[in-house]
């Protein structure tokens, strides 16, 4: 069945550093992957959405990448800052706009 | 800012209790979610819709059922609730490009 596995250890951070995040997925080829942050006690909020022809993608100073080869994305908070700190979700879809989360990773950053 | 709406934020109920959780948007998106979420835990993707009369369970089993009879409108039926189905509910819509927009939530408590 499809999976995607995101680091379910906290990462924590100081302020100004760069934040990584991985996501890595398994027995499915997605034309596109998708990043949301995630607040205690809300909904997700989309943040980028990458296609497989794209390898790169940046938002300020947010930058995805996609690896269709290795079956992953990596999410950049560049110079971050401690409102940054929530819960990141990696989503993709299966097929049939049926879109499917990792469980997350939560991010701390320490001012 | 996305236009979809949840309510009630918070719900308490006795055992045995029907209830319904409402979700509506005003975008005219045509595709709708819901998705079961615990504390600290991944979404699962508990019913979705195509569309007006069209409606599909997710990957997770569910009691609940749902219903498409407006496109802005997306209810979420319990017919009779338990304390197992304690949990946040969050409805979303798709942009039809994959970018997904979350309400804010119901938090289910069953006594």
């Known amino acids: 069945s499809q999976k995607i596995e995101q680091n379910s250890e906290a990462l924590n951070i100081q302020e100004g550093k760069t934040a990584t995040l991985t996501c890595n997925y398994t027995n499915y080829s997605p034309a596109y992957l998708q990043w949301y942050r995630q607040d205690p006690g809300r909904g997700p909020v989309f943040l980028l959405l990458i296609r497989e022809n794209e390898k790169e993608k940046r938002k300020e100073r947010l930058k995805v990448t996609f690896d269709t080869t290795l079956k992953q994305s990596l999410f950049h908070i560049t110079a971050s800052q401690p409102a940054d700190s929530a819960t990141y979700l990696c989503?993709?879809?299966?097929?049939?706009?049926?879109?499917?989360f990792g469980a997350g990773t939560r991010l701390f950053v320490k001012a | 800012e996305a236009d979809i709406y949840q309510t009630p934020r918070y719900l308490v109920i006795g055992t045995g209790k029907k209830i319904t959780l409402e979700c509506s948007q005003t975008?005219?998106?045509?595709?709708m979610y819901w998705y079961q979420q615990d504390p600290g835990m991944e979404l699962h993707l508990i019913h979705y819709s195509y569309g007006v009369n069209s409606t599909e369970k997710g990957d997770l089993s569910s009691e609940s059922t749902v219903s498409r009879i407006r496109t802005e409108h997306f209810p979420l039926t319990l017919e009779s609730a338990r304390p197992s189905h304690t949990s946040q509910y969050l409805c979303?819509?798709?942009?039809?490009?994959?970018?997904?927009?979350f309400g804010s939530g119901t938090q289910l408590s069953v006594l």
């Open positions: 975008m005219g998106h045509d595709k």
């Open positions: 989503a993709l879809e299966p097929g049939g706009f049926k879109t499917i």
């Open positions: 979303a819509s798709n942009d039809g490009g994959g970018k997904l927009f």
